[in-house]
């Protein structure tokens, strides 16, 4: 057993000197609606440091980063920006999404019930699955004439602690199945949108913080298991199959 251990922390040393040697850079973008956790998630992985989350993001600049994985291996988060998610800041979705980038796009899982039972009239917008689609394709669109090898992208369904305490009996696999009815109808010949069609695009249910509400407050209190588990995958050389 000592063995073991001595061989396990004989490769963790490994992984930490030749990922201080040859930085192992990853480029991460998160994007997504209002309120959703994208601040929260950046205060996790240690973008943020001290800082305390705001609901109202704005732009705000994240200097490049580094955190240890689980086996040793020193990964380094590249500068980027942390964005509000009001539609005006769409816009820089073009910005932030580049090749060889790991994309989190965020929606809150609380609004999944939001769109009206019959169609909308033209001139009233969906509240949730239109919005949805509309950033899907904006990222489809970034993401042009660009193979799958060449980015990963996965959509986290935030705040699912909440949504269960008003729907106890809706299993996260049910809540799965929901959002990708709101989305399949999206038009798109891109590499999000073939995702899609194919059902392939990887959605995950996820409770960024502990005791949860409605809406993150600065006295939240991160889920650091959760957490964990994302810098893992941020970690991973190549997109998930």
Not at 93 to 122: H, K, M
Not at 139 to 167: A, M, P, W, Y
Not at 184 to 195: A, H, N, R, Y
Not at 199 to 214: A, D, M, S, W, Y
């Amino acid at each position: 057993m000592e063995a073991v251990n001595n061989v396990s922390s004989i490769k963790k040393w490994f992984n930490t000197v030749w990922s201080t040697i040859f930085p192992n850079v990853k480029k991460i973008a998160i994007v997504g609606m209002k309120g959703s956790g994208k601040s929260t998630l950046w205060k996790g992985l240690g973008g943020k440091g001290d800082k305390e989350v705001s609901a109202n993001t704005g732009q705000e600049t994240i200097h490049e980063f580094k955190y240890k994985k689980q086996d040793g291996t020193i990964v380094t988060i590249a500068s980027t920006k942390d964005i509000g998610g009001e539609n005006d800041y769409v816009c820089i979705y073009d910005e932030l999404i580049t090749e060889d980038c790991l994309i989190f796009y965020l929606a809150d899982t609380n609004g999944i019930f939001d769109d009206p039972p019959v169609p909308s009239p033209q001139d009233t917008p969906l509240v949730y699955s239109g919005r949805v689609r509309s950033d899907l394709t904006k990222i489809d669109k970034c993401l042009n004439n660009k193979s799958e090898d060449k980015f990963r992208i996965e959509v986290l369904l935030t705040h699912f602690g909440s949504f269960q305490k008003k729907h106890p009996d809706i299993t996260e696999e049910e809540v799965k199945s929901l959002f990708y009815k709101k989305i399949q109808t999206l038009k798109s010949s891109g590499p999000v949108g073939t995702l899609i069609q194919e059902k392939n695009l990887p959605v995950r249910v996820i409770e960024l913080t502990k005791n949860p509400r409605r809406r993150p407050t600065t006295q939240a209190k991160i889920d650091t298991k959760q957490i964990n588990l994302i810098k893992e995958e941020i970690g991973l050389s190549k997109r998930k199959k």
